[in-house]
């Protein structure tokens, strides 16, 4: 039962990261010791479902580490559908001490993430590199507007899943990114279960495949993925920096006034442009505190070992 509640609040956890545009669930699955697990189950259930569809029920359970991914999946859901609004109401009514947060857990889940490698080389290096560049490419892209038919929502479910499960690469943004991130919030917050099954369905299309090619990595490369995923959670620092100046804005499709394109600012340039408080005491204070959580995860989780083996 112990085992079974830690999971538990481990997809909590994930879920409140993936509703963040700029955080990962993925980041916060490796930090917690279960990416790897998380990345053999999923890539399993293809293989479980043949056993199903032949009847081999029980075989086919154990298969797909049913009461793992079940288990994870319960808290995913508990979080995003409890926590939707009130993450959405915190990064509007106070995005500084919000963004400082995630910072701080961004910054010390590289180390551990950076730690796992066992030896740095030039491969490493620019693998590294590689991670950097195409996290940074990606938080400064400009939004683009996809439609909010049902092909584009199966084809941003499938898209954005495979950036929930790397470290560093927030779902939340690619939806963003496509201009269809207030679609999809709407329809968590509003149930619509039209809009919930298509964008699902894409997802579940999209982990299954790449959370295969992935798992493959880290068993061929580990050293190199590593690196590489370290880079991305490097690069993406740019997107959760807390004090940010507006260049241009955009019409969402509820009429609202959202920003389009951002720049960072220093703290004390962000209050001499806006007028506005930088709260950098808090803002400190907030970035230690999700430094100290990600430790604390990361010790309560035994050291890195899966959890699928003792639930």
């Given at each position: 039962?112990?085992?079974?509640?830690?999971?538990?609040?481990?997809?909590?956890?994930?879920?409140?990261?993936?509703?963040?545009?700029?955080?990962?669930?993925?980041?916060?699955?490796f930090?917690?010791?279960?990416?790897?697990?998380?990345?053999?189950s999923?890539?399993?259930?293809?293989?479980?479902?043949?056993?199903?569809?032949?009847?081999?029920?029980?075989?086919?359970?154990?298969a797909?580490?049913?009461?793992f991914?079940?288990?994870?999946?319960?808290?995913?859901?508990t979080?995003?559908?409890?926590?939707?609004k009130?993450?959405?109401?915190?990064?509007?009514?106070?995005?500084?001490?919000?963004?400082?947060?995630?910072f701080g857990?961004?910054?010390v889940?590289?180390h551990?993430?950076?730690?796992?490698?066992?030896?740095?080389d030039?491969?490493?290096?620019v693998?590294?590199?590689?991670?950097?560049?195409?996290?940074?490419?990606i938080?400064?892209?400009?939004?683009?507007?996809?439609s909010?038919?049902?092909?584009?929502?199966?084809?941003?479910?499938?898209?954005?899943?495979?950036?929930?499960?790397l470290?560093?690469?927030?779902?939340?943004?690619?939806?963003?990114?496509l201009?269809l991130?207030?679609?999809?919030?709407?329809?968590?917050?509003?149930?619509?279960?039209?809009?919930?099954?298509?964008?699902?369905?894409?997802?579940?299309?999209?982990?299954?495949?790449?959370?295969r090619?992935?798992?493959?990595?880290l068993?061929?490369w580990?050293?190199?993925t590593?690196?590489?995923?370290?880079?991305?959670?490097?690069?993406s620092?740019?997107?959760?920096?807390?004090?940010?100046?507006?260049?241009?804005?955009?019409?969402d499709?509820?009429?609202?006034?959202v920003?389009l394109l951002?720049?960072?600012?220093?703290?004390?340039?962000?209050?001499?442009?806006t007028?506005?408080?930088?709260q950098?005491?808090?803002?400190?204070?907030l970035?230690?505190a999700?430094i100290?959580?990600v430790?604390?995860?990361?010790?309560?989780a035994?050291?890195?070992?899966?959890?699928?083996?003792?639930?």
């Amino acid at each position: 039962m112990k085992n079974t509640l830690l999971l538990y609040a481990k997809g909590i956890a994930m879920g409140a990261a993936d509703v963040v545009p700029g955080v990962s669930g993925g980041t916060i699955a490796f930090i917690t010791g279960i990416y790897d697990e998380l990345l053999r189950s999923i890539g399993a259930v293809p293989g479980a479902a043949v056993l199903l569809f032949r009847g081999r029920i029980r075989d086919a359970w154990q298969a797909a580490n049913a009461n793992f991914l079940l288990i994870l999946l319960g808290g995913i859901f508990t979080s995003v559908l409890s926590l939707a609004k009130l993450i959405t109401y915190l990064l509007d009514a106070h995005p500084i001490p919000v963004w400082s947060f995630f910072f701080g857990l961004i910054l010390v889940s590289v180390h551990l993430v950076g730690k796992e490698i066992q030896r740095w080389d030039c491969s490493r290096i620019v693998g590294l590199i590689l991670g950097i560049a195409f996290a940074y490419v990606i938080t400064v892209a400009a939004p683009v507007q996809w439609s909010d038919s049902g092909l584009s929502l199966f084809f941003a479910g499938a898209i954005a899943i495979c950036a929930m499960i790397l470290p560093g690469i927030s779902g939340s943004f690619i939806l963003v990114l496509l201009g269809l991130y207030p679609v999809v919030l709407g329809a968590v917050k509003n149930l619509d279960i039209a809009v919930l099954a298509i964008f699902a369905a894409g997802c579940l299309v999209g982990i299954l495949s790449f959370a295969r090619v992935l798992s493959w990595m880290l068993e061929r490369w580990r050293d190199l993925t590593l690196a590489f995923l370290t880079g991305l959670m490097l690069g993406s620092l740019n997107k959760v920096w807390p004090w940010k100046e507006t260049l241009t804005w955009r019409i969402d499709s509820h009429g609202a006034r959202v920003p389009l394109l951002e720049q960072n600012l220093l703290p004390g340039t962000f209050g001499d442009l806006t007028g506005q408080d930088p709260q950098l005491l808090l803002a400190m204070l907030l970035a230690v505190a999700g430094i100290i959580l990600v430790l604390g995860l990361e010790w309560f989780a035994g050291r890195r070992q899966p959890l699928a083996e003792t639930a």
